[in-house]
């Protein structure tokens, strides 16, 4: 089960405790929000993409959406969502429950600027009902990103300017 691996990966930093299996499903951002009394865009969504020939995790803010010409700017393709048949088999967790954390290899995980606007975010931990809080510099480490990108909009505090 995808949330057993989570948690051993986070056991490794002695962090496992603070992964929160909740009693009801917080599968999308709304759920997620009510579950864990937070607003929408504290939640970090994973979204998961194909780039190429190989598989693209975006972790962005539970208000932004992707944005077609930063998405093509930053990887040279058009943004590919994977389907849900895909995704557990090529991230290794299902829909609902997908983060940035315990993923297959060869899985590449930006985070999107539009989370760093939040002193703590909420990603999930590989299932359904599971997440966990971390300070921005805390999802940096753990989620063996390969940086920083921008390829979000609409979300609330969006540099105009963009």
């Known amino acids: 089960m995808a949330i057993e691996k989570v948690k051993a990966y986070f ?9 929160q299996e909740l009693d009801v499903s917080s599968a999308t951002v709304e759920l997620a929000a009510a579950a ?5 865009q504290r939640i970090a969504k ?5 780039a190429e020939d190989h598989v693209v995790l975006v972790v962005a803010a539970g208000d932004a959406k992707i944005d077609n010409h930063k998405y093509k700017t930053q990887f040279g393709t058009k943004a ?3 389907s849900t048949e895909e995704v557990e088999t090529l991230v290794g967790h299902a829909v609902g429950g997908v ?8 899985v590449d995980v930006y985070l999107d600027v539009s989370l760093k ?10 299932s359904s009902n599971s997440a966990i809080e971390l300070t921005i510099a805390e999802l940096e480490k753990f989620s063996g990103s390969a940086g920083w990108i921008d390829v979000c909009k609409g979300y609330a505090d969006e540099n105009p300017d963009k």
Request: hydrophobic share 40%; glycine share 8%; proline share 8%.
């Open 99 to 106: 983060c940035p954390f315990a993923v297959n290899e060869g």
């Open 11 to 19: 056991k490794k930093y002695g962090m496992e405790e603070r992964v």
């Open 46 to 50: 994973t979204l998961s993409f194909m």
């Open 80 to 82: 590919k969502m994977l």
């Open 36 to 40: 864990l009394h937070c607003e929408p």
């Open 117 to 126: 606007r939040f002193e703590t975010v909420f990603p999930a931990c590989g």
